[in-house]
């Protein structure tokens, strides 16, 4: 495990495009302690909408103001398409936004689902021609490297790079990067190895698709469900050259250590509230009988 601080790794996004919708919003925690939360839907391109979390204390953790505070504040009331309309819609450009690690425990899956997010504060307002821009540059450790097979085990000529970014205090961001143009392919095939160092670029896709499905019964008109999947990649448009963990200074194994604490911290967290929610639900029986 590691004693030390490791380096971040490179992790950046970069986003510009129409605000479609805006939850941002001034709260007060039950401490009284005032922070700004929320998240900003934004349409990159006609294709894809990609949403950024967004959240910052008023003060610092030593009692000094937050200037990340004042910036958010300037985006709540900012207008979206939901609420002016495409027209009146504000257009925003969010730099050096980060991939955050979101993972959650499954109750239904009964383990740990790896998960991200996309998180920024460094927020503007930008002119309604500017140039739409969806982008990320991420360093990390290749962990595997996969063929993706469809339902029926078939091959598909597209693949899962998967890479363990270093962020702040040791956390570590578990991503999944998607590739299928051959010269990535062939490329990455024969260069990357587990365990190597590499820079990654690519855009965010934010892709939805709708299925319908008929439920026919003994008679009258057949009911129709709508559902929405929401697919979310990484893809990869370039790469750097690989570097060994001899000269890198990062080690697959440490790292994959530190996920492994950081997963375990989820289980306890979720089974400490669990028990919270049982022994609540036991004592609101109890009152129930009185």
Known sequence: MAKENLKEMMNRVNLQGTLVNNSV???????????????????????????????????????????????????????????????????????????????????????????????????????????????????????????????????????????????????????TFRFDDPAAIKYINDNYNVGDTVTVCGQVVYEQHQRTVEKEYGFGEAAVQTYVNTVRLLRITAGTPPVDPDESGYQLKELQQLLAAQQEDIVEKHNARAQVTTANNKNSGLDLLF
């Open 25 to 175: 919003e001034m709260k007060v925690d039950k401490n009284g302690k005032r922070y700004i939360s929320g998240q900003l839907e934004i349409m990159v391109d006609k294709e894809y909408i990609v949403p950024v979390s967004a959240f910052t204390y008023e003060f610092k953790q030593n009692g000094e103001k937050n200037p990340m505070f004042e910036r958010l504040s300037k985006v709540v009331d900012l207008p979206s398409a939901r609420t002016a309309g495409m027209s009146g819609a504000a257009h925003i450009s969010v730099t050096s936004a980060r991939f955050e690690d979101n993972s959650f425990f499954s109750d239904r899956d009964n383990r740990v689902v790896s998960n991200w997010r996309i998180g920024g504060s460094l927020i503007r307002t930008v002119a309604e021609d500017a140039a739409p821009i969806n982008s990320f540059e991420v360093q990390g450790v290749v962990s595997s490297i996969k063929e993706v097979v469809d339902r029926e085990g078939n091959n598909t000529d597209t693949y899962d790079l998967k890479l363990l970014n270093v962020a702040y205090g040791n956390r570590i961001n578990e991503l």
